[in-house]
T-cell receptor, first 113, second 110 residues
Framework: GQQLNQSPQSMFIQEGEDVSMNCTSS?????WLWYKQDPGEGPVLLIA?????ELTSNGRLTAQFGITRKDSFLNISASIPSDVGIYFC?????????????FGKGITLSVRP | NAGVTQTPKFQVLKTGQSMTLQCAQD?????MSWYRQDPGMGLRLIHY???????DQGEVPNGYNVSRSTTEDFPLRLLSAAPSQTSVYFC?????????FGDGTRLSIL
């Protein structure tokens, strides 16, 4: 089956720093999505990307859909303590009525004050 | 997580018992799905539905049944609970992808 690779498993940064996370796949996707999960809660959709090469921002977050359709990155600028959480990438491939979403295993982000 | 309601929030079962996890949404979304989340495994798709009367299997469907008789509800049934099904279960809805997740059901099988 399709697999998404997110690494490293954990990242530690200083408050105010920028951080970039990559997500790669051996398969192509039509849609890339980035989610954040806080402890004890469900994931929250941050950014959705629908077109190869697309660059989208949401506040301090910027994400890009790779030209090859096999990768995406998420950038967080000027990190703050509430950015702490698990960040998941997900890829979706539409094949007729089939629209399964595959998630990466997530990156746990810690922000030191 | 307004709009997606999962019940119960916590449940402990004995091996072999059956139960239904409920998921209800009031956003008129066609797409509903169930995921399980285990440490180090991320989120894995169990079953999903693109509309009332239509369901399909995800990555890990064995041991689970679903039905979608209405747009609003998408229950997940465990037929005969096994310890390997101990997990946190999330329901997610959207127009055509999971945009809104519920708060999860934490399920332990003894």
């Amino acid at each position: 089956g399709q697999q998404l690779n997110q690494s490293p498993q954990s990242m530690f940064i200083q408050e105010g720093e920028d951080v970039s996370m990559n997500c790669t796949s051996s398969s192509i996707f039509n849609t890339w999505l980035w989610y954040k999960q806080d402890p004890g809660e469900g994931p929250v959709l941050l950014i959705a990307l629908y077109k190869a090469g697309e660059l989208t921002s949401n506040g301090r977050l910027t994400a890009q859909f790779g030209i090859t359709r096999k990768d995406s990155f998420l950038n967080i600028s000027a990190s703050i303590p509430s950015d702490v959480g698990i960040y998941f990438c997900a890829g979706q491939l539409y094949t007729g009525a089939n629209s399964k979403l595959t998630f990466g295993k997530g990156i746990t982000l810690s922000v030191r004050p | 997580n307004a709009g997606v309601t999962q019940t119960p929030k916590f449940q402990v079962l004995k091996t072999g018992q059956s139960m239904t996890l409920q998921c209800a949404q009031d956003m008129n979304h066609e797409y509903m799905s169930w995921y399980r989340q285990d440490p180090g495994m991320g989120l894995r798709l169990i079953h999903y539905s693109v509309g009332a009367g239509i369901t399909d299997q995800g990555e890990v469907p064995n041991g689970y049944n679903v039905s979608r008789s209405t747009t609003e509800d998408f229950p997940l049934r465990l037929l005969s609970a096994a310890p390997s099904q101990t997990s946190v279960y999330f329901c997610a809805t959207g127009r055509d992808q999971p945009q809104h997740f519920g708060d999860g059901t934490r399920l332990s099988i003894l």
